[in-house]
């Protein structure tokens, strides 16, 4: 299931993405209270380069 989702994730499938990232949502937000920026920015750029990994490393 999970390799089928970064695999749709991939294909640019908006529904697989939603998913993905609500699979990763409480990491992000956890995560983003480490970095020292307004939260919301923090896991706006979180999200941002997770997608860029997932898309560019098969």
Known sequence: MFV???QSTRTND???TLQLLELF???I???SRFIFM???DA???IIVEFLEYV???E
Do not use: S
Request: avoid cysteine; hydrophobic fraction near 30%; proline fraction near 10%.
């Open 4 to 6: 089928e989702l970064l």
């Open 25 to 27: 949502k409480g990491d």
């Open 14 to 16: 908006p529904e697989a």
């Open 38 to 40: 307004p939260q919301e």
């Open 43 to 45: 896991v706006a750029q």
């Open 55 to 57: 898309k560019q490393h």
């Open 29 to 31: 937000t956890r995560l």
